[in-house]
């Protein structure tokens, strides 16, 4: 059927599957809000606000950057560009996701409602910046690090500033691992008037500064560990995440960045799914009957 072949085409697209790199994250601060596990029915909702505002915003940013994807060698075979998916097709997705996004949002609680829009605005609005600022990386970093913040609101219904902490973790690992990743477009960037942290600065500077990102990630990380009185676990799970950085970044040189997809995809999955199995097996040890 064309409608199958369409939404199985959109999700390709916009690789659903690595919503894992934002979500484990939002789960880490639902448990922490709760206290240990919250509700099946909380963290359902909250699964699905998770997945619909990021497909959403996938979308809408392959949308937006049809024409720069089209003349981009690496990206010139995108759906959109491709012409294997329609850019009607793909706005009603953007659609039907950010009205499911909306309804899991209500059926939390009314301040999530309320907040609905404005997290909808701020991850459509990284589809812009790198039209205009080198920063953009941060920006893209924050539109994944509210998911912690807004996964505290659902559970309690009010937003506590330590959570901010995993937030802005959240927000330097994710600018960190895309400064490493636009460096493979450095050339078509500076050709195309695109801005980026590699463009302006060179390879060299990029890898620098996206391990200086990640440096302030981890001294985030141990705050949080340290402002919510966490224990052994949670520690040992910033250690872990430490290595694992320090891999990642081991995989990518100035003069290669061959295994630059291996160093993206693959180790930042496994660095969201490890933090969280180390918090959330840190808060149930410590309550076990939550």
Not at 110 to 123: D, E, F, G, I, Q
Not at 165 to 193: H, K, M, P
Not at 204 to 230: D, E, N, Q, S, Y
Request: aromatic content about 10%.
């Amino acid at each position: 059927m064309p409608l199958l072949t369409n939404i199985k085409t959109t999700l390709e697209m916009i690789k659903w599957e690595h919503s894992i790199f934002a979500l484990p994250f939002a789960l880490c601060a639902a448990m922490l809000a709760a206290g240990g596990m919250p509700t099946a029915a909380k963290l359902g909702w909250i699964v699905l606000c998770m997945i619909s505002a990021r497909s959403a915003a996938m979308a809408f940013n392959r949308i937006a950057d049809a024409r720069i994807d089209a003349a981009n060698p690496r990206t010139s075979m995108r759906a959109i560009p491709a012409g294997t998916l329609s850019q009607k097709f793909a706005t009603v997705f953007v659609v039907a996701a950010c009205l499911l996004f909306i309804f899991g949002a209500a059926k939390l609680n009314r301040v999530t409602l309320l907040l609905s829009p404005v997290a909808l605005a701020v991850v459509f609005f990284y589809s812009y910046t790198k039209r205009f600022t080198r920063w953009s990386h941060l920006v893209l970093g924050f539109a994944l690090g509210i998911a912690p913040a807004a996964a505290w609101i659902a559970v309690r219904g009010s937003l506590d500033p330590r959570i901010l902490l995993l937030t802005a973790a959240v927000t330097f690992w994710v600018g960190g691992f895309d400064v490493l990743y636009a460096c493979q477009d450095i050339e078509f960037d500076r050709a195309n008037s695109l801005n980026s942290i590699p463009q302006a600065m060179g390879v060299p500077k990029a890898l620098i500064v996206a391990r200086t990102l990640h440096v302030v990630m981890l001294g985030l990380l141990i705050a949080l560990v340290v402002v919510f009185g966490l224990g052994k676990l949670a520690i040992i799970g910033v250690i872990v995440v430490a290595a694992l950085l320090a891999y990642e970044h081991s995989l990518v040189a100035s003069d290669d960045l061959s295994k630059l997809n291996a160093a993206f995809f693959t180790m930042n999955g496994v660095i969201a799914v490890v933090f969280f199995v180390f918090v959330a097996a840190d808060l149930l040890i410590r309550n076990p009957h939550s």
